[in-house]
């Protein structure tokens, strides 16, 4: 496989075929394999192990370096870049606690399966294993977090590692890779060779999915009366949203996502079922235990999906769509599975499909979306969470890019947001790591300039990474940010309430809370706090017109407010509970 | 059920950790494992010898295959194939022991390769059955170490006619 590149490098490339090859250092073949890769923008932190690095990057004009404010800051950057436009996120941390300082962002990236390419500087090559200042054996410490990695001590082998490791982290299902730089090799110098073929003999992901199963596929979906699809994160990373939606209205089957499948089909569609699992919507949930066929499409049957696996979808016969042969049938039995990529599977399998018999399906569905809606009572004395998100999906007609972090509220922005778009709703689902969504929006927002980029966290989590406005407010990102603020661990609190009889330990943020305007402003954001439903509306139209610094809104919620409906852990749906009337 | 599992792999220490890392991380279970070189130069042949159900051994071959260093992923099991194991095994012995040690060995058509005046060292070589029944044997004159390789195997090339 040839690595793709631009005509202009293809052109300079059949140049230098003329010319005698370039006597490079390692960290210039580091920059020359970045641009080759299309990178545009790197989050990094400079360090000693890449002094002289970071002495390139200076004069480089063909990409940009981010500054950023804490290196696992850059990673959920990189991440929600990745994220937001299926390109990799490109980081870059000098050795031992920069890189050490990358785990939980990898570990997130990893997860959910996005790509990541993470640059780590090294002490020399000959000190490497003396417990030097700032050694750490990064490459031990994230093997189990990576898809891959390597460690790049001969100059000779770096451009063919770079090209490798965007190769692994983008194709099959892709993950962070990471590379490990000795100080000694960047420095060191050999002659560059740009053009790259990539042979790795243990690593070729199937991507079309077998001519015979696919058939098989189209006469499995015959005959079912009540189907359901199931849409993972998968399709989104498979850009397979067109072929999802089409797939769903030719079979004439309503959609269910996951956390991380939303927006891969429009939940403004009569066939969709908003999100299933944990805190899915009653419906979606009902319609998944009592269907006869469930079409599982880029998506692994998570615990928070599935609860009790033993009664997770009783009655219904299973197809499983996945590009990673280990996801198949590792949780729950499959009769039809189909190795491969979802957009290229259903590309296949969209032409030969015939319509189900659904229609009285599907009104049963209608009666059940009207029987049981997503609900909540709203309040004179205070702001509902859910309001404050239902709000925003209209004032930005559920366009917009949806960065969250974790807890309550990134349950409530799944369901209350109603995404259109893929690629539009970035969570951290596998790994639910809080402290994601401050540096995820900066990343998204830093891939897509023209689009509304709004970070919706938690007074916790927010404070895990809210160092990274100052990234923002430094390269003028005008990233939006809204605090949801109830003054608890809100998502723990829930629990507290409802399973350990009200004893709230080490969870209330109130009394040591800062003043989060304040906070805000002295990083130079603009920022104003929320308390009533005209002030938001207000805030919202403001938060609009700035376009050159970040935003944060401090918006006051009812504390007491929990996340319906709820299946609890390992229930099963005649578990779930629903919001009182 | 036990596996065996014969794998290909990149010759170098990523690829040990990544595999060794990947049945701790899933809590997998390794009876054994070998690995020394194969045939082709830059590639490790590995032997695993493993048990689990069968949805577990479905998920170690799957996950083994998901290694990027891992180039080829033979479950042995259920083929015909050949397999060994060889062991070092350091017996005490005083000089009237001698000759009642070889002859054990003799049965078990294991060498004598180290003698000293308090010990002698065996090398046996066979299946996992032999090598204990041996040790068995030897036990009794008191086993001052015992080094085992774990299971190394090759699917046997002719797998007879069925008839
Ligand atoms: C890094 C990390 N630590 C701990 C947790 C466990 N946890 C999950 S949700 C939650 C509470 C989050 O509180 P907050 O950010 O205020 O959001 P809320 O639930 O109130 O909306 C905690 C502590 C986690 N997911 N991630
Ligand atoms: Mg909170």
Redesign the pocket.
């Known amino acids: 496989m040839l690595v793709t590149s631009s005509p202009e490098v293809e052109k300079s490339a059949t140049d230098e075929k003329m010319v005698a090859p370039q006597i490079l250092t390692g960290a210039e073949i580091f920059l020359e394999s970045l641009v080759r890769e299309g990178v545009d923008t790197i989050f990094g932190y400079p360090g000693g192990a890449l002094i002289s690095l970071y002495d390139y990057l200076f004069k480089e004009k063909r990409l940009r370096h981010l500054l950023v404010t804490h290196e696992q800051g850059g990673t959920h950057a990189a991440d929600g870049y990745a994220r937001a436009t299926g390109k990799p996120g490109v980081v870059l941390v000098t050795s031992g606690p920069g890189a050490t300082n990358t785990v939980?962002g990898i570990a997130t990236a990893y997860m959910d399966s996005i790509p990541m390419v993470v640059f780590t500087g090294q002490v020399p090559s000959h000190m490497i294993g003396n417990d030097a200042f700032q050694e750490a054996d990064i490459l031990g410490i994230t093997r189990p977090i990576t898809k891959h990695s390597y460690l790049a001590t001969n100059v000779e082998e770096l451009a063919d590692i770079i090209h490798k490791s965007f190769h692994i982290a983008t194709t099959g299902r892709p993950g962070p890779v990471l590379i490990d730089l000795p100080k000694d090799m960047l420095a060191s110098k050999t002659a560059y060779f740009p053009a790259v073929e990539i042979d790795l003999r243990g690593y070729k992901p199937t991507v079309k999915g077998s001519f015979k199963q696919v058939r098989n596929a189209a006469k499995f979906l015959q005959g079912a009366k009540k189907p359901v699809v199931y849409v993972g994160g998968g399709a989104i990373l498979s850009d397979a949203a067109a072929e999802v939606t089409e797939f769903a209205r030719k079979l004439n089957a309503p959609v269910t996502t996951t956390l991380l499948g939303l927006g891969a089909f429009p939940e403004t569609d009569d066939l969709s079922l908003g999100m299933l699992g944990m805190h899915g919507t009653w419906y979606a949930n009902k319609a998944v235990d009592e269907c006869d066929l469930l079409i599982a499409v880029g998506a692994r049957f998570d615990d928070r999906v599935t609860g009790n696996l033993e009664k997770f979808s009783p009655h219904s016969k299973k197809m499983q769509i996945d590009i990673d042969p280990s996801c198949i049938g590792k949780n729950v039995p499959v009769d039809l599975p189909i190795v491969g990529d979802i957009k290229s599977v259903l590309e296949e399998l969209n032409p030969v499909l015939e319509k189900c018999e659904s229609d009285a399906w599907l009104q049963q569905i209608a009666q059940w979306k009207k029987e049981h809606p997503l609900r909540y009572s709203k309040s004179n004395d205070v702001l509902k969470?859910q309001q404050v998100i239902e709000e925003l999906s209209k004032v930005t007609e559920g366009n917009a890019i949806i960065a969250s972090?974790?807890?309550?509220?990134?349950?409530?922005i799944a369901q209350w947001y109603k995404f259109t778009q893929p690629r539009s709703h970035l969570s951290?689902g596998g790994?639910?790591?809080?402290?994601f969504g401050v540096p995820a929006a900066l990343g998204a927002q830093v891939a897509c300039p023209d689009r509304t980029v709004v970070g919706i966290?938690?007074?916790?989590?927010?404070?895990?990474t809210s160092m990274e406005i100052a990234t923002a407010v430094r390269y003028n990102i005008p990233v939006k940010f809204i605090i949801?603020?109830?003054?608890?661990?809100?998502?723990?609190?829930?629990w507290q309430e409802l399973f350990f009889e009200k004893r709230y330990s080490n969870?209330h943020?109130n009394p040591s809370n800062p003043d989060f305007k304040k906070l805000a402003e002295s990083y130079g954001a603009w920022a104003m706090q929320v308390k009533t439903l005209d002030e938001l509306q207000d805030a919202f139209e403001k938060m609009m017109t700035i376009t050159d610094r970040p935003v944060v809104l401090d918006v006051i919620v009812d504390q007491q407010e929990k996340?319906y409906p709820m299946i609890p852990a390992n229930g099963s749906f005649e578990n779930i509970m629903e919001a009182e009337e | 059920m036990k596996h065996t599992i014969n794998l290909l792999v990149e010759n170098n220490v990523g690829s040990l950790l990544r595999i060794a890392g990947m049945f701790s991380g899933r809590g997998f279970n390794i009876d054994s494992i070998s690995v020394g070189s194969s045939e082709e130069e830059g590639l490790s042949r590995m032997t695993i010898v493993t048990h689990g159900d069968d949805e577990i051994i479905e998920q170690i071959n799957k996950q083994l295959n998901k290694c990027i260093n891992v180039v080829k992923v033979f479950d042995l099991t259920g083929e015909a194939f050949v397999h060994r194991e060889l062991a070092l095994i350091k017996v005490q012995a005083t000089p009237t022991e001698r000759s009642e040690i070889m002859q054990i060995a003799e049965v078990f058509r294991a060498k004598i390769i180290d003698l000293s005046p308090t010990a002698l060292t065996v090398e046996a070589t066979g299946t996992e059955d032999k090598i204990n029944a041996i040790i068995s044997m030897l036990q009794p004159f008191g086993l001052k170490e015992v080094s085992r390789t774990g299971r190394i195997a090759l699917k046997r090339e002719f797998q007879g006619v069925t008839v």
């Open positions: 939980t969470p972090d974790v807890g309550q509220h990134q349950m409530w951290s790994l639910g790591t809080m402290g966290v938690g007074d916790g989590g927010f404070q895990m949801l603020n109830n003054g608890y661990l809100g998502m723990v609190r829930q969870t943020l996340v």
